[in-house]
């Protein structure tokens, strides 16, 4: 009997997701340094906020909070509706690879946004951060998150506990590319620093160039 291999998919290697950690560990040190001291990769503290800002009957600023939130929701449904219209193409651009450059395309807008205009950068932020995390969902197989890491570090934790106590290896492989994904995310967030302390509001643009780099890596895997 002849037995298949499926090829590795192109969305799915360490990497990538390396890399895609790097930004989304960015984007939260930079909309919290530079755009109003919010994060704005997940959602659960702007859900939080919404809930005091009504329960203290704020109505006018529960839409610093709404936004992001309904722009987040967005960012999900975008990606979901590309990946279905544009998943079975049998040539061009792979579909991630049209998400990733809708990413830049946003960055460079957010970029050159003022600081008057915070709220706007931020809800943009929240939805590139919505295409991101919909899109790559996977490393080697495994569930993952690139703009974001609780969960990541829980299933880390998990799989190394597994590996004490039942000498699973492969748990541990798995837990090591779990904390290799954290570990790239916290990089990204301490390059954001350092680049907020030299362009500012123009330090986002800084993404463009790992984004960039992603595109490279699914076109070379692609290929290879």
Request: charged share 15%.
């Amino acid at each position: 009997m002849k037995i298949t291999i499926e090829p590795a998919q192109m969305s799915e290697s360490l990497r990538l997701g390396a890399v895609l950690a790097l930004t989304g560990g960015f984007f939260d040190a930079y909309t919290y340094l530079c755009r109003g001291g919010v994060f704005a990769n997940a959602q659960t503290g702007n859900m939080v906020l919404l809930g005091v800002d009504l329960a203290q009957g704020q109505w006018m600023h529960t839409t610093h909070y709404l936004l992001p939130i309904l722009a987040f929701a967005l960012g999900v449904a975008v990606a979901d509706i590309l990946k279905r219209r544009l998943k079975n193409r049998p040539s061009g651009l792979h579909w991630r690879q049209l998400v990733v450059l809708a990413e830049i395309m946003l960055v460079v807008l957010v970029g050159f946004l003022p600081q008057s205009m915070n709220m706007v950068a931020n809800t943009l932020i929240s939805f590139i951060c919505a295409l991101q995390v919909e899109s790559f969902r996977k490393v080697h197989g495994s569930a993952f998150a690139t703009t974001m890491c609780t969960g990541n570090l829980r299933s880390a934790t998990e799989l190394l506990i597994r590996w004490r106590a039942e000498g699973d290896e492969e748990a541990r492989r798995k837990a090591g590319r779990y904390l290799a994904v954290i570990g790239y995310f916290i990089a990204g967030a301490a390059i954001g620093v350092g680049a907020v302390q030299l362009w500012g509001s123009r330090a986002v643009l800084v993404c463009c160039a790992s984004l960039s780099a992603a595109v490279a890596l699914m076109f070379w895997q692609r290929t290879a």
